[in-house]
């Protein structure tokens, strides 16, 4: 007999991860609700920074997940980013971003495939289960519990439901209502009416386009190609382009970025995800160099992505209910931090929900504990992303095109990318294990 039941929305890395660290404590029975009708991840890289690596490592998912990285990890210096000013007829690399043990980049069916295999035998995942709301009964009772209902008419219950479904959240949506709920009936109505802006997700402002190539389509059109080795974030004024290389170096990740931050926390009108031409996005990047050029042309189907953030939420719980990963924290990706964030998200909350102090009357206490330790580091990494967006297409404040443009620009370029090292350190320099201490000893005296 399970001490309680979990419910987890999504089933992408995020969501799938918190389910293999909960496989660990037999005594908590785990469902995964998926919205697709099967898990296929949408997407083709995910990058994982040492910091999160420490956590692969403990779920014992990084034997498996070296073997389809691109390079295995391990503590030497290792380059993760040739930084490389493209926005010219002749460009020019200014920076050699190498870190300890790099950044692992895995194809991210290969990652969801390996979480999929390591889930507990117990766990139950159902398919074609779209949330559209959950309601809970009153969380003084040790007995309440959460109801979900599905866009397919059907419904569920648990104990605790975990929102790991994305940045148009279904969870996070009725969770805001009934944070703003409380608010007005404490007699706070302007707390309430902010609170529901934050239910939807707001547009960043940046268009992706989103592709791969194969490798060898690249190295026919320009043998000597530095993607064909090595990972490349290509710099320009309101532009962006990262691209690596996945599977072995078979197929290459392309993220190609439009900046419009005057339209930033602006409502989309459209849909968020659009087909594209290659002939599109050439034009967006007319002038630039012919090694990104060269990208272009070797591209076979490519759509387009408007990229949309959180807010940042004043809580992460209600009652029993738990959100993470973009459900909670959605940001744009200028630090391959998304997947990695998702991953500390699950096993911080898996830790204290699965330790023997919690039970169904000390479930809203370690909630509470999850939030209060990982909220504020969460949306710190997501405004510290959008801050190395705006050096990536150099918005950020005291720099302009004009300063990367003049006879400053060695001197320019070089802090640009000290700045974003700077910005990024945390990755590879802190790892998780001090918050999760402290959130243990946050519960035990409980």
Request: glycine share 8%.
């Amino acid at each position: 007999m399970p001490k309680f039941t979990v419910a987890i929305c999504g089933g992408g890395v995020g969501g799938l991860a918190c389910a293999v660290a909960l496989s660990r404590y037999p005594d908590i029975q785990v469902d995964i609700y998926e919205a697709a009708s099967q898990f296929a991840e949408v997407g083709a890289g995910v990058g994982v920074w040492p910091r999160a690596w420490k956590v692969v490592q403990a779920l014992g998912l990084d034997r498996e997940l070296a073997q389809v990285a691109v390079v295995a990890p391990d503590h030497r210096p290792r380059l993760s980013f040739n930084f490389r000013k493209g926005d010219q007829p002749e460009g020019h690399t200014f920076y050699q971003l190498y870190t300890p043990g790099g950044l692992v980049t895995i194809h991210r069916p290969e990652f969801q495939h390996i979480l999929l295999r390591h889930l507990s035998p117990s766990a139950r995942t159902h398919t074609s289960k779209r949330l559209a709301s959950y309601s809970q009964s009153s969380q003084q009772e040790p007995q309440s519990r959460v109801t979900l209902y599905f866009e397919d008419g059907s419904s569920a219950t648990c104990d605790v439901l975990i929102g790991a479904d994305g940045v148009k959240s279904a969870t996070r949506a009725s969770l805001v209502d009934e944070l703003a709920q409380a608010a007005r009936a404490a007699g706070r109505p302007n707390e309430a009416d902010s609170l529901r802006r934050m239910a939807q997700a707001r547009w960043s402002g940046l268009s992706a386009y989103r592709t791969t190539i194969t490798a060898e389509a690249l190295r026919s059109r320009m043998p000597g190609h530095t993607l064909l080795h090595e990972p490349m974030a290509y710099f320009g004024h309101d532009r962006q382009l990262t691209a690596y290389p996945l599977l072995h170096g078979k197929i290459i990740n392309v993220a190609a970025f439009k900046a419009r931050y005057d339209l930033e926390g602006t409502t989309m009108k459209g849909p968020w995800v659009t087909e594209a031409t290659k002939d599109e996005i050439a034009a967006d990047f007319d002038g630039w160099e012919p090694e990104v050029k060269a990208i272009f042309q070797c591209i076979t189907k490519v759509s387009r992505w408007a990229v949309h953030t959180t807010e940042p939420l004043p809580s992460f719980i209600s009652g029993r209910v738990a959100l993470i990963g973009d459900s909670a924290h959605a940001s744009v990706p200028f630090q391959g931090a998304g997947a990695g964030q998702a991953i500390e998200d699950a096993y911080l909350l898996a830790t204290l929900l699965g330790h023997p102090k919690t039970t169904l009357s000390t479930l809203a206490r370690a909630l509470q504990i999850y939030d209060a330790v990982r909220r504020p580091y969460a949306q710190n990494v997501a405004e510290t992303s959008r801050e190395c967006g705006m050096l990536f297409t150099f918005n950020y404040p005291g720099l302009s095109s004009r300063d990367i443009q003049t006879g400053q620009m060695a001197e320019k370029l070089r802090a640009v990318a000290e700045t974003i090292q700077r910005k990024w350190s945390w990755a590879w320099d802190s790892t998780l294990d001090g918050d999760l201490a402290r959130a243990v000893r946050m519960l035990e005296p409980s």
